[in-house]
């Protein structure tokens, strides 16, 4: 089976010299009053390669939330706090260090497998931005996948700060005969249906966006192109990472902030701006 500890457990193996050992920890939100989370039991952490897959690469910790009595310890409720858990079932992957990596929806079968393998192939990216914020560029673009830095796996609307950080890492690297071919190759393979479906023209989000990281218009033209937060958080990432090429962290800071704030208002995150804001402060 599945080798289950507790929130407890999990504090107290962080507190041993050496801390967690393994990369990840794999949260499972659950209680014995849910059916759809006693379905998953029976079938999804039944079977051998979930079983191997989890064991292997994970720190598994099942999150009870049976009764009141579970929910109030501290350990849990600070976790049910954190990732803002008010359905379930619902599983979490993170880094060892405390970094959200995905998160599954009621999933079950092949595509909880898929979750499962999926999230190991995001935590590198997310370990990626990690080293970006704390200046360790080098590092951070040695952890991509060859796919995402050449542009081969597009750009979503609501997704787009991996495409920000291959770019800002390919500056900052050095590298800027590829930077011009990965932005090329993603704009052609983004899909035109993750524009808002009132736009006339597709990819219009992405293609104001390129227009900057070409330096064909201003910090101002970019804010000013759209009216979606959506837009405007991505934008302000992309003007606070320009901000640091060019050595201007005060300006730096305030368009990351507005970054977080603007997707923490949307509900998202997307996994770079708070990272680099959470260093600027220190």
Not at 131 to 146: Q, T
Not at 156 to 183: F, G, I, W
Not at 194 to 220: A, G, V
């Amino acid at each position: 089976c599945v080798a289950w500890i507790t929130p407890v457990q999990l504090e107290q193996m962080a507190q041993k010299p050496g801390g967690i050992k393994k990369g990840l920890v794999f949260y499972e939100f659950t209680a014995d009053w849910c059916p759809p989370c006693k379905k998953r039991e029976r079938t999804v952490f039944r079977a051998p390669s979930v079983i191997s897959e989890i064991n292997d690469n994970f720190v598994p910790v099942r999150v009870d939330l049976t009764n009141e009595a579970l929910s109030s310890i501290p350990a849990t409720k600070s976790l049910t706090e954190r990732f803002a858990v008010s359905s379930i079932p619902r599983c979490i992957v993170t880094l060892a260090s405390g970094e959200k990596v995905d998160d599954d929806r009621y999933l079950f079968g092949d595509k909880f497998s898929e979750f499962i393998t999926q999230s190991r192939k995001k935590a590198d990216t997310v370990r990626a931005k990690v080293a970006l914020a704390k200046g360790n560029y080098d590092l951070a673009i040695a952890g991509l996948s060859p796919e995402l830095l050449q542009g081969n796996t597009g750009v979503e609307r609501y997704n787009s700060s991996d495409y920000l950080m291959c770019h800002h890492l390919l500056l900052t690297c050095k590298r800027q005969a590829e930077v011009e071919p990965m932005m090329q190759k993603t704009f052609d393979r983004s899909s035109k249906y993750s524009s808002m479906s009132s736009e006339k023209e597709p990819l219009l989000w992405l293609k104001q966006l390129n227009k900057y990281l070409r330096d064909e218009i201003s910090d101002e033209q970019l804010l000013k192109s759209t009216t979606s937060e959506y837009d405007k958080a991505t934008y302000n990432l992309a003007i606070g990472l320009k901000q640091l090429r060019l050595g201007d962290k005060s300006k730096a800071l305030k368009a990351l902030h507005q970054a977080s704030v603007l997707s923490a208002k949307n509900y998202r995150s997307d996994g770079l701006s708070e990272l680099l804001v959470n260093e600027l402060e220190k």
